[in-house]
């Protein structure tokens, strides 16, 4: 067994996931395509994105005696906490999660950018930004194949001879603009059992999808997904060590095994010994963003008020979904990874998403994973939550979207009959839901 297969299969073990069934099929259809591969790489990533248990319904507990009715989660853009840590430890996660992290901290060999602030923050640390990451990959008989070493392409490197490249019969291709997180400890405090409860109030030809997905924290737990454009993760620990890898090249205990140059050997680049984070960075990561405020809203004028009758009158609000409660104080969540705490639980919320995700004709035709369980999730993007909206100009998950109006317009598939209604609304109409938009 070479270094590099040792290396993954300790990597299998650590995550305690059962052994990798081969998937002869896929090895074979890529090599048809006249590619190599790093197969034992691509079938670890399977394996360890592959939802293989039910998840948690996470009900709220029967009797807690300190219930008490909902509060409105805090919501301001101030660098302030929550209240799920203190102030103190907030301004430290915080300076984590600013770090500029260098070659000798483990950065690369394939990297986005050198830390999490690069790509989220707007107008605080935290927020979204302009920045995009390139996905690709292809089609063999109407199915698809992630791009050599992946689907998502880093677009810097440590060295020259590092570079990612498209190969050019990597059709399938997108941006994925860099998402908001503030708010995202509450998103993670709703329950499995809200999501899927707003799912089966929604009418058929409208319904989302609940994606199950693994917790990587807590090997062999799942929860619902709602976190990523593709709701591909549940937890923000998974995400944090997603991230960490995926957009810094940082391997951690979650995921241990360094990323590949296209499917290539990074071995003579990569000379820091892994996982470079301990899994400290990835747990104030995750500390940090459970410890967001919301993004707070705009001026409620008349026109704004108007214009949010209009946006639940003609169905927007159906996916858009305006108010979610999170589970109450004492809830175990993911898998049993975390407990919410009063800060976090039964909170009141207006992400305007039901995390679900939805066939408007938009999608990018990326699964979450190429195996079979994640087909579904190519043709679906996650409902864009559209609190803090007023502070982003590039729209839908490629960013080429420039203005609200546009947005809509690319609604189709289950969203063509609201885009229907709103086309014959009168101008005022039209204006006021803009308006409110503005003011979300
Ligand atoms: C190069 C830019 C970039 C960097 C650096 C980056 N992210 Fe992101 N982040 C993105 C993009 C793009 C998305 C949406 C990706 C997708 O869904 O495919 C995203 C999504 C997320 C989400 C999901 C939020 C939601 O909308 O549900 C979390 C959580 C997150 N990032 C955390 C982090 C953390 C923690 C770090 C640092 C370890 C980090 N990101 C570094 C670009 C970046
Ligand atoms: C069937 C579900 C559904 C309905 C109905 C729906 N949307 Fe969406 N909306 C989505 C999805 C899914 C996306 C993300 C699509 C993408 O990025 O490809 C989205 C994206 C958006 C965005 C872009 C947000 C961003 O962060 O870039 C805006 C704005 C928006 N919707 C507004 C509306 C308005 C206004 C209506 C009513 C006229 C509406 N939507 C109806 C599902 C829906």
């Not at 008490?68 to 660098?79: G, H, I, V």
Request: net charge negative; hydrophobic share 35%.
């Amino acid at each position: 067994m070479g270094e590099r297969e040792k290396c993954v299969r300790m990597g299998l073990v650590s995550l305690g996931v059962a052994a990798v069934a081969w998937s002869f099929t896929a090895q074979h259809q890529i090599s048809a395509a006249g590619q190599t591969t790093d197969a034992a790489r691509d079938q670890v990533r399977q394996q360890m994105f592959t939802a293989a248990t039910a998840a948690d319904p996470e009900a709220p507990p029967p009797r807690l005696s300190s219930v008490q009715s909902p509060t409105e989660a805090l919501a301001a853009y101030d660098n302030k906490t929550n209240g799920f840590t203190t102030q103190a430890a907030f301004d430290a996660n915080k300076e984590t999660f600013e770090e500029v992290e260098q070659i000798a901290d483990g950065l690369g060999p394939t990297y986005n950018a050198q830390s999490c602030r690069e790509c989220h923050q707007n107008v605080v640390t935290g927020g979204a930004s302009q920045v995009t990451e390139q996905r690709t990959g292809h089609l063999i008989g109407g199915r698809f194949f992630d791009s050599q070493g992946g689907s998502l392409i880093a677009s810097r490197a440590t060295h020259p001879d590092a570079t990612e490249l498209v190969a050019i019969g990597d059709t399938v291709r997108t941006f994925r603009i860099s998402t908001n997180l503030l708010g995202a400890g509450f998103v993670e405090a709703v329950s499995n059992t809200t999501l899927t409860a707003v799912r089966d109030a929604q009418p058929a030809f409208m319904r989302g999808l609940a994606i199950t997905v693994p917790v990587l924290e807590q090997p062999g737990r799942t929860r619902i997904g709602r976190f990523g454009w593709k709701s591909q993760h549940g937890s923000l620990q998974s995400f944090a060590a997603d991230a960490y890898l995926n957009e810094m090249g940082i391997t951690n205990p979650l995921l241990p095994t360094e990323n590949s140059i296209s499917g290539k050997d990074v071995s003579q680049y990569d000379t820091v010994k892994d996982p470079e984070d301990d899994g400290e960075d990835v747990l104030k990561f995750a500390d940090f963003m459970r410890a967001l405020k919301a993004p707070s809203r705009g001026a409620l004028t008349a026109a704004v008020r108007s214009g949010e009758q209009v946006f639940n009158g003609i169905g927007c609000g159906t996916c858009h979904t305006p108010t979610l409660v999170t589970a109450a104080p004492g809830t175990v969540i993911n898998g049993g990874a975390l407990t919410v705490t009063a800060a976090l639980g039964n909170k009141v919320i207006h992400p305007y998403s039901d995390y679900l995700l939805h066939d408007i004709g938009t999608s990018d035709g990326i699964p979450i994973q190429p195996t079979d369980e994640f087909v579904p999730t190519a043709s679906r993007m996650r409902t864009a939550p559209l609190w803090g909206l007023r502070i982003r100009n590039r729209l839908m998950h490629d960013g080429l979207t420039f203005t609200r109006e546009e947005a809509i317009l690319r609604h189709g598939g289950q969203a063509a009959g609201v885009t229907s209604r709103y086309r014959v609304l009168s101008s005022t109409d039209k204006a006021n839901l803009v308006a409110f938009l503005n003011s979300l």
